[in-house]
């Protein structure tokens, strides 16, 4: 089992940087993957990033290619998003997921934090 915090989330402009920060309690995070997603209003839950265990292997959506970063720190047990370039569409509620299979693909999470929200204004 692992627990999961999201925080980080707050209004920013647009072209504007954040960094989320996810902490993980609990045994083993070096066991998981991990990976961000995001929620707009009205909308489904989408695929945002994902990294592997060691941090070797990183995945994106296509829209935050070349804007976003995925990163871990094991010996802090935190997983990080920094998102730059930030556009209004980037606005949604930012969710934390971990998952004992590979990182390369996007389904499979089985634990959630909270979500934290970002809003990106224009």
């Known amino acids: 089992q692992v627990q999961l915090v999201e925080s980080g989330g707050r209004l920013v402009q647009a072209g504007g940087s954040l960094r989320l920060s996810c902490t993980a309690s609990?045994?083993?995070?070096?066991?998981?993957?991990m990976g961000w997603f995001r929620q707009a209003p009205g909308k489904p839950r989408d695929f945002v990033a994902t990294i592997s265990w060691n941090g070797d292997s990183t995945y994106y959506a296509e829209s935050v290619k070349d804007r976003f970063t995925i990163s871990r720190d094991n010996d802090k047990n935190v997983v990080y998003l920094q998102m730059n370039s930030l556009k209004p569409e980037d606005t949604a509620v930012y969710y934390c997921a971990a998952k004992e299979g590979l990182a390369q693909s996007p389904s499979g999470f089985g634990f959630w934090g909270q979500g934290t929200q970002v809003t990106v204004s224009s």
């Open positions: 609990g045994r083993d995070f070096m066991r998981y993957s």
